[in-house]
């Protein structure tokens, strides 16, 4: 079992409508990241929080929009997604954003946009 | 730019046997190097991280070495089992702040029965 947990599994969403992914994570960490993964391809980094401020934004599109509530929650907003945004969507986290310390993954929500 | 490769892309082996795995990247100059697993329609599951002064880690039937000057990292799997099929992503972490954390393509292992 993963201790990061990402709601929901899957969403399949028009490209009109507006959502949210869940990730939570108990361990005390405090950095947080959101990966994007299309098929048979690795993650691509997208966002980053550290201490629960925007670190990284590799340059992402705004039509996803991550959201920091807390130090256990990370959530990314999505509004107005292209068919090509269907991928996987992966949270992790880890200790420390810096220190090199080991992420660790939630399963993904799988993203299907219509 | 940092650039990670991973040869072979997909290898199936029969129960039993060892098998070495290769990760390579351009730029030397890492913070850390880290071995995942990733299972269909899954997350992934961090097996090992080395740490750009070590030169190997271990955990049970899995051992990864680093060579940093020649930009190689190979994750060995002793005695493979049907259930370690997945696929396995070598990623290098370029800075202490993570700005550049890139992930290799991957490689597919099938382990047959």
């Known amino acids: 079992d993963t201790e990061v947990t990402q709601t929901p599994k899957h969403l399949v969403m028009g490209m009109t409508n507006k959502k949210s992914l869940k990730c939570e994570q108990h361990m005390g960490h405090r950095a947080m990241y959101w990966y994007k993964q299309k098929a048979k391809k690795p993650p691509e980094l997208m966002f980053v929080?550290?201490?629960?401020?925007?670190?990284i934004n590799e340059s992402v599109p705004s039509r996803f929009s991550p959201e920091c509530p807390n130090s256990s929650l990370l959530n990314l907003h999505l509004h107005a997604l292209q068919p090509e945004d269907s991928a996987l969507y992966l949270c992790a986290s880890s200790q420390k954003h810096f220190g090199g310390q080991p992420q660790h993954f939630g399963d993904g929500t799988r993203l299907s946009i219509l | 730019k940092q650039e990670v490769t991973q040869i072979p892309a997909a290898l199936s082996v029969p129960e039993g046997e060892n098998l070495v795995l290769n990760c390579s990247f351009t730029?030397?100059?890492?913070?850390?190097l880290q071995w995942f697993r990733q299972d269909p329609g899954k997350g992934l599951t961090s097996l090992l991280l080395i740490q750009s002064s070590q030169r190997e880690q271990t955990s049970g039937r899995l051992n990864a070495s680093l060579d940093k000057s020649s930009g190689r990292s190979t994750l060995y799997i002793a005695a493979s089992q049907p259930g370690d099929s997945a696929t396995y992503l070598c990623a290098v972490l370029n800075d202490d702040y993570g700005q550049n954390f890139v992930f290799g393509p991957g490689t597919r292992l099938s382990v047959l029965p």
């Open positions: 929080y550290s201490y629960e401020k925007l670190s």
């Open positions: 730029d030397s100059a890492i913070y850390n």
